[in-house]
């Protein structure tokens, strides 16, 4: 019901103190029960967790001696409609299919206004950091190691800008003395105005965020559990 709010006692521990667990437990296979859940609830009951950090997520001990995991704290939740469950579900589908067409219709129906001048590169470039979004999960140390590489791509891609600026303002100074060394003929003319950088996406849509979010604190997770997770597996499997 929506007037009534009840709570549950939990008696467990959080899901990152593994020295916890009982001897064999497969934490791989509790990463994977989590990720499980965190698919079904959004694509069978509309509901998002938006706050799945590991002081969120408890392991409790169960009758047959094994341990399952439980999400705490749904006071972050996004609910979805049946409508955005759908364009949802098409636009997972459509980043891990490559395809172009249903992306940006799934896009577009999720909230995303994008301006009319959007070309296949920058539709392109969108689609791959969605699919860096869902990859599979890495260890700690595999995963400080990838963002140490897209550190240094991005110091060598600024770089690269800055140099670029220098030799657009050096041609521009070497126009100019050209234009002052002629006489002043063209001194008269209006300058043209460059054209500023258009946006290609004007406004990001909150359920994006929410899902983004949320599934970036689960690859947290597991990455704070040293295990490798095929995370497109479950939610593309929910998704269909």
Same mark, same amino acid.
Request: charged share 30%; aromatic share 8%.
């Given at each position: 019901?929506?007037?009534?709010?009840?709570?549950?006692?939990?008696?467990?521990?959080?899901?990152?103190?593994?020295?916890?667990?009982?001897?064999?437990?497969?934490?791989?296979?509790?990463?994977?029960?989590?990720?499980?859940?965190?698919?079904?609830?959004?694509?069978?009951?509309?509901?998002?967790?938006?706050?799945?950090?590991?002081?969120?997520?408890?392991?409790?001990?169960?009758?047959?001696?094994?341990?399952?995991?439980?999400?705490?704290?749904?006071?972050?939740?996004?609910?979805?409609?049946?409508?955005?469950?759908?364009?949802?579900?098409?636009?997972?589908?459509?980043?891990?299919?490559?395809?172009?067409?249903?992306?940006?219709?799934?896009?577009?129906?999720?909230? &995303?206004?994008?301006?009319?001048?959007?070309?296949?590169?920058?539709?392109?470039? &969108?689609?791959?950091?969605?699919? &860096?979004?869902?990859?599979?999960?890495?260890?700690?140390?595999?995963?400080?190691?990838?963002?140490?590489?897209?550190?240094?791509?991005?110091?060598?891609?600024?770089?690269?800008?800055?140099?670029?600026?220098?030799?657009?303002?050096?041609?521009?100074?070497?126009?100019?003395?050209?234009?002052?060394?002629?006489?002043?003929?063209?001194?008269?003319?209006?300058?043209?105005?460059?054209?500023?950088?258009?946006?290609?996406?004007?406004?990001?849509?909150?359920? &994006?965020?929410?899902?983004?979010?949320?599934?970036?604190?689960?690859?947290?997770?597991?990455?704070?559990?040293?295990?490798?997770?095929?995370?497109?597996?479950?939610?593309?499997?929910?998704?269909?």
């Amino acid at each position: 019901t929506r007037r009534v709010l009840t709570m549950e006692f939990i008696e467990g521990w959080k899901v990152t103190d593994v020295d916890k667990l009982p001897p064999g437990t497969d934490v791989a296979g509790l990463a994977k029960q989590i990720l499980e859940a965190w698919s079904l609830l959004v694509f069978q009951e509309g509901l998002v967790h938006g706050d799945p950090h590991p002081g969120n997520i408890f392991v409790e001990s169960c009758k047959d001696g094994g341990v399952r995991p439980v999400l705490l704290d749904w006071g972050i939740t996004k609910e979805l409609t049946p409508e955005e469950r759908l364009h949802v579900a098409r636009w997972m589908i459509a980043t891990l299919s490559s395809d172009r067409h249903m992306f940006l219709s799934a896009t577009c129906a999720l909230g &995303f206004k994008v301006s009319d001048n959007l070309d296949m590169e920058t539709l392109d470039g &969108f689609m791959i950091g969605t699919i &860096f979004v869902l990859r599979d999960s890495l260890p700690a140390s595999a995963q400080a190691y990838l963002y140490e590489m897209f550190d240094q791509m991005g110091e060598e891609e600024k770089a690269r800008e800055a140099k670029k600026k220098e030799e657009e303002q050096a041609k521009q100074a070497q126009s100019d003395k050209r234009k002052k060394t002629s006489g002043g003929l063209c001194s008269t003319r209006k300058g043209k105005k460059k054209d500023e950088p258009k946006r290609m996406i004007e406004s990001i849509p909150g359920v &994006f965020l929410f899902l983004q979010r949320s599934i970036s604190l689960l690859q947290g997770l597991c990455s704070s559990l040293n295990v490798t997770i095929p995370f497109a597996e479950p939610i593309l499997r929910h998704a269909m």
